[in-house]
């Protein structure tokens, strides 16, 4: 398919592997290195990726496999994920990203997907493709030092030292328990799992090999690295299905006596600053944005999450890259969704970039009306859908892609 004269756009064969990771390293300034990659192809079918080519040359890629992820309240649906979206230095800003795109979702629209997740590496070139940011992340840095519980703290115990090889099956079991409740969460490929139990040297970032705690109902894997101002437990991975974990699990961290510092990331509602009687130790040092998603079919998708009270709006949705765009009447009962196309007037009027950021209960479309992303008629309304689209648990992502 020629969609920019001189550029073919078509699939990927197992021949264009050794070029494809040569721009994947090249675009992201990393060495993949034959295990991450045999990952990848794993995950990610080469088969179903798509590359430009220019000359006879591979100059953009993007791969893309259907996920099962968790939408509220513990729902799960199937989605496109895309990764490894890159193309070539010498080829930036001719339309090669857009024309890639342009295939990847009508080859998804094709496949009946209702929604396209990514994890995307940069903020200001998604939104005009309809996806919007839909998980916040805080990484936060802890004194642990100065860390005390409170009294109130629970201190069930049950946390057990184990090598990640011996905590393997049980980390998969707690880690399928919990993603069926948590927004955002999806399903782990073996794959996936095997490179995460492997703990590869290139993947450590610098730090130590994976060691882990597990408790019946949770889990925390980290590494030690060596900080300017000391040595620090990196929490790698913290899945927790019940409150007694989660304390247990963060007792067992500070118990670490020889790091100064824990560092880990948490969503907006981890309960970790109000066990401590100093909760300003819990220093957050940045926020990311996740995920991104994008509603692919509105009614869909939005049939496919359950509410947490009756509704009966009308959106007005504007999509710039796809044709979903529409008049859509959402009405709720006991928290399943009957949303149609309509005729009637529309009560909210809002780009699909910015459903997807509602879409998983963590961005709350007030924010999105005092920023003139989103028209409401009246506020009655606007607070009627932020309480119909929260969601019980913070969304979060399971793995990153
Ligand atoms: C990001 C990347 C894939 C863009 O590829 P590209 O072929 O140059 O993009 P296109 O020319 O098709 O641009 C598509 C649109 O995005 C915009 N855009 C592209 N890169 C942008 C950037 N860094 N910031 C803001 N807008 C950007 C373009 O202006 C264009 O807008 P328009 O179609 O509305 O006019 C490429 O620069 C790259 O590989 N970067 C390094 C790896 C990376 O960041 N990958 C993204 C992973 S999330």
Redesign the pocket.
């Known amino acids: 398919m020629t969609l920019i004269p001189g550029i073919t756009i078509r699939s990927a064969t197992e021949d264009d592997a050794a070029a494809i990771e040569l721009l994947g390293d090249t675009?992201?300034g990393m060495h993949t290195g034959p295990e991450h990659g045999d990952m990848i192809r794993h995950v990610f079918p080469t088969a179903e990726a798509i590359v430009?080519v220019d000359n006879g040359s591979i100059i953009?890629h993007i791969r893309s496999t259907t996920m099962t992820l968790t939408v509220p309240d513990e729902r799960t649906v199937e989605v496109c994920g895309i990764a490894?979206?890159?193309?070539?230095?010498t080829?930036?800003?001719?339309?090669?990203?857009?024309?890639?795109?342009t295939e990847q979702h009508r080859r998804t629209e094709a496949a009946g997907l209702p929604l396209t997740i990514?994890?995307?590496?940069?903020g200001?070139?998604?939104g005009?493709?309809g996806y919007g940011p839909t998980i916040r992340e805080n990484a936060v840095t802890i004194d642990r030092r100065f860390g005390e519980f409170l009294p109130s703290t629970p201190d069930p115990g049950g946390g057990t030292l184990r090598t990640v090889t011996d905590a393997a099956d049980s980390v998969r079991a707690i880690y399928d328990r919990w993603r069926r409740l948590v927004p955002g969460a999806q399903e782990r490929p073996n794959a996936r799992w095997d490179m995460m139990f492997a703990d590869p040297v290139p993947f450590r970032g610098g730090g130590t090999n994976l060691f882990a705690f597990v408790h019946p109902d949770g889990y925390a894997l980290y590494r030690y690295h060596h900080r300017e101002y000391g040595k620090t437990a990196v929490v790698a991975e913290m899945r927790t299905v019940t409150a007694d974990a989660h304390a247990a699990l963060w007792r067992a961290l500070f118990g670490l006596e020889l790091c100064t510092h824990i560092e880990a990331v948490l969503t907006d509602n981890d309960p970790l600053p109000y066990l401590l009687t100093d909760l300003r130790l819990v220093r957050t040092t940045s926020r990311h944005d996740g995920l991104w998603l994008r509603l692919m079919d509105v009614p869909a998708a939005l049939n496919a999450r359950s509410y947490r009270r009756d509704l009966d709006v009308v959106f007005a949705v504007t999509d710039p890259f796809r044709d979903a765009s529409g008049t859509f009447a959402l009405r709720v009962r006991d928290g399943i969704a009957d949303c149609t196309p309509t005729d009637r007037t529309a009560d909210i009027e809002l780009g699909i970039d910015v459903l997807g950021s509602m879409y998983l209960g963590a961005y709350p479309a007030r924010v999105f009306a005092a920023a003139n992303r989103l028209r409401a008629k009246d506020s009655g309304q606007l607070r009627a859908i932020d309480e119909a689209f929260g969601a019980e648990r913070d969304a979060e992502l399971g793995w990153f892609f």
Not at 118 to 122: E, K, L, N
């Open positions: 675009a992201f430009a953009g490894g979206v890159s193309v070539a230095p080829h930036r800003r001719r339309g090669i990203l857009r024309a890639m795109y990514f994890t995307v590496s940069q200001a070139i998604y005009r493709f």
